[in-house]
Nanobody, 120 residues
Framework: QVQLVESGGGLVQAGGSLRLSCSAS????????MGWYRQAPGKRRELVAA???????NYGDSVKGRFTISRDNAKNTVYLQMNSLKPEDTAVYYC??????????????WGQGTQVTVSS
């Protein structure tokens, strides 16, 4: 079993910055991809950014140029630096990790979510 713990959400004014962190723990053999998704009220969950174990990244169109994803493989931790925040970035942000647990089975785990609110 793999657990994800997120931190760093909060309330910020438009134009401000926040940094989210997500750490994975448990019977982890390897983590392939880690990423961030978000869900605003009444909307579908959408990809914000993802990163592989070798550093390949993918961003949602609405955050390109403003958000940066990074990870520390030794700490099984992924970060999301969010700059130039807009009110439309307001959502619950969820961390996702996919990989292998000890014993070779695949896993895919979600964090509990952290609220990001951007005021205008």
């Amino acid at each position: 079993q793999v657990q994800l713990v997120e931190s760093g959400g909060g309330l910020v004014q438009a134009g401000g910055s926040l940094r989210l962190s997500c750490s994975a723990s448990g019977s982890i053999f390897s983590i392939n991809a880690m990423g961030w998704y978000r869900q605003a009220p009444g909307k579908r969950r959408e990809l914000v950014a993802a990163i592989t174990s070798v550093g390949s990244t993918n961003y949602g169109d609405s955050v390109k140029g403003r958000f940066t994803i990074s990870r520390d493989n030794a700490k099984n931790t992924v970060y999301l630096q969010m700059n130039s925040l807009k009110p439309e970035d307001t959502a619950v942000y969820y961390c996702l990790a996919e990989g292998l647990v000890n014993g070779g089975r695949d896993f895919g785990s979600w964090g509990q979510g952290t609220q990001v609110t951007v005021s205008s």
